[in-house]
């Protein structure tokens, strides 16, 4: 394919933003939300939360297989995807006034909903980046520019949630939606493709019989799993152990924008000494970054704050990097503009297993070590202290390990 033109990128990657206005509201404040609207305990909605993502996570395999037996290009499946996403997502964050059981009901239902749309748009959309490009000098440019503009959406989340509450939230989002997957649809190139002619299950596995991905893929989980950890108590750390929840939109602002404004460098620095590299110099720089979290009491706005630009600034990479490595292990596997769709279809997978693990496993715990929502105690802090700063970190460390043993840092 030829040189990516600067305007591919933009028009290819603005899609980012209305999906990420999606993404940080059900990662971040669906517990919250629906704790306090309706008073379902922490373990139900990790109870929850654990199934919807399970079931979600295993559809993504089939989606991606669909993608690639599929004679059409990566615009249909984004289309499908669009009205999925903005009446899942109205109907999660806007529901009736109901009892207990019915809320429950509510809750698991529009979850799949909204999480099958954004799974099918959010695996074409990868797909679509992979196959558009392998070159050095391009993937990590374009999957920069995707997660840019992902970083725009997720600041516009914290920001209007934060100080307008979500009514204004799902106005820009519906908005964005059309505005944004217009751009795509009508100006971005789209590589030609090769519709797989395995028609079976098996297909699935492609990804999984090669060594470089089974690495990656490794390391996705663990690091998956270090970020989506602090994501799913962010709200609970920030009003019941800093006791500062009227800066939590701030907090999050100043975490995305030192993300996007450190994505450049990580992207320059890929290009010359490899993303797997690089990747791994940002896991380190963000557990020593991170770890300082554990020692904060009430009212450290400002260490805090220097806590969430720092560790930002590592997010660029964590963002920008992994999906361009992917890229090139698909390439070095002769799986360009073929497999696509299961390679990202696995990676989604992951993802969301990640965040079912962190919301599953995380939220009972902390009800079992004595933490309660909005109940300040000694052993409930030290309990939110240790699953919100510690783990994460050690985590981190352990993702960081996997990737300088995987044999990627030669593509």
Not at 66 to 73: E, F
Not at 125 to 135: C, E, F, I, N, R
Not at 177 to 204: G, I
Request: proline share 5%; with cysteine.
């Amino acid at each position: 394919m030829d040189r990516l033109a600067a305007p591919s990128y933009f028009a290819y990657g603005l899609f980012g933003l209305p999906l990420a206005l999606v993404a940080l509201p059900i990662y971040v404040y669906v517990p919250q939300f629906y704790a306090e609207r309706f008073g379902l305990s922490l373990t139900l909605i990790g109870a929850t939360l654990l199934f919807a993502r399970v079931s979600d996570a295993c559809i993504d395999p089939l989606l991606g297989m669909w993608i690639d037996r599929s004679k059409h290009g990566y615009r249909r499946f984004i289309i499908i995807s669009l009205p999925l996403l903005a009446c899942g997502f109205l109907a999660l964050f806007h529901p009736p006034s109901v009892g207990l059981g019915a809320a429950l009901a509510w809750f698991i239902a529009t979850l799949l909903l909204v999480y099958l749309g954004f799974s099918l748009a959010t695996i074409a959309h990868q797909s679509w980046g992979a196959a558009l490009t392998q070159k050095l000098n391009e993937r990590s440019s374009l999957t920069a520019t995707r997660e840019g503009c992902g970083l725009v959406g997720v600041i516009i989340a914290a920001s209007l949630t934060g100080w307008l509450g979500l009514g204004w939230l799902s106005i820009t989002f519906i908005i964005s939606l059309l505005l944004c997957s217009a751009v795509l649809l009508k100006l971005a190139p789209e590589p030609a493709r090769q519709p797989s002619q395995h028609h079976n299950w098996r297909m699935m596995l492609t990804p999984f019989q090669t060594l470089r991905f089974r690495w990656l893929f490794a390391v996705l989980i663990v690091n998956g799993i270090a970020a989506a950890i602090p994501a799913t108590l962010f709200l609970f750390y920030a009003k019941d152990q800093l006791q500062l929840p009227q800066y939590a939109g701030l907090f999050l602002m100043l975490y995305f924008v030192a993300a996007a404004c450190s994505m450049p460098l990580w992207v320059a620095l890929a290009k010359r000494h490899g993303e797997a590299r690089i990747w791994l110099l940002a896991m380190l720089l963000a557990a020593v970054a991170f770890v300082w979290a554990y020692g904060l009491s009430a009212g450290a706005a400002l260490p805090f704050g220097l806590i969430c630009i720092l560790s930002g600034l590592t997010l660029g990479a964590d963002l920008a990097l992994p999906p361009a490595l992917l890229a090139a292990v698909i390439h070095q596997a002769g799986h360009s503009g073929q497999r696509e769709g299961a390679y990202f279809g696995a990676w989604s997978w992951a993802t969301k297993m990640n965040l079912a693990l962190a919301a599953g496993i995380s939220l009972p715990l902390l009800q079992q070590l004595g933490y309660v929502p909005g109940v300040v105690n000694s052993a409930g802090a030290h309990a939110l202290a240790v699953g919100y700063a510690l783990l994460p970190c050690a985590l981190k460390l352990g993702a960081a390990a996997i990737l300088w043993r995987a044999p990627l840092r030669d593509i």
